[in-house]
């Protein structure tokens, strides 16, 4: 079931990539996914709380899923401060603050847990790209 859950939100994250490609797209549509992966990132996160992380692959996947889930976040505060900055109300210029405060927490608190994830083992460090190798060829991160 999480593999399926973490499915559905890469399908929307890819969504939201080619919506942030794409000219017509509207910011409220941005927005709206943004939302949507987060909804999708959360219920990942909660369904892997109830996994037991036996070995060091699970704790690797719950840090994915929580990268991806305060990633998400991150996206959909900026998209709600680029709306609320089209008023040119004062109530929502505060509201705006708030929220562009919110993105840059979220967004910290996603490097940071992206950091925990890439040196997280098992791991192996092939010249510049990380790639993921079977038990037998594992060796400790660098």
Known sequence: MLSMSVLVCQAIDIRLGLAIDSPKATLAVKRSLACEMVKCWQQ???SIADIPLLDGWGEKHRLFVKWKHMEAKAAAYYYHVLILDESNTEKSQRAAVAAL??????????RAVC???HS???CRVDGEHEMVLPLQEREPCK
Do not use: I
Not at 101 to 110: C, D, F, G
């Open 44 to 46: 990942a996160h909660e």
């Open 120 to 122: 997280a083992s098992p």
């Open 115 to 117: 950091e925990a994830f």
């Open 101 to 110: 405060q919110s993105a840059e927490e979220s967004l910290r608190e996603s």
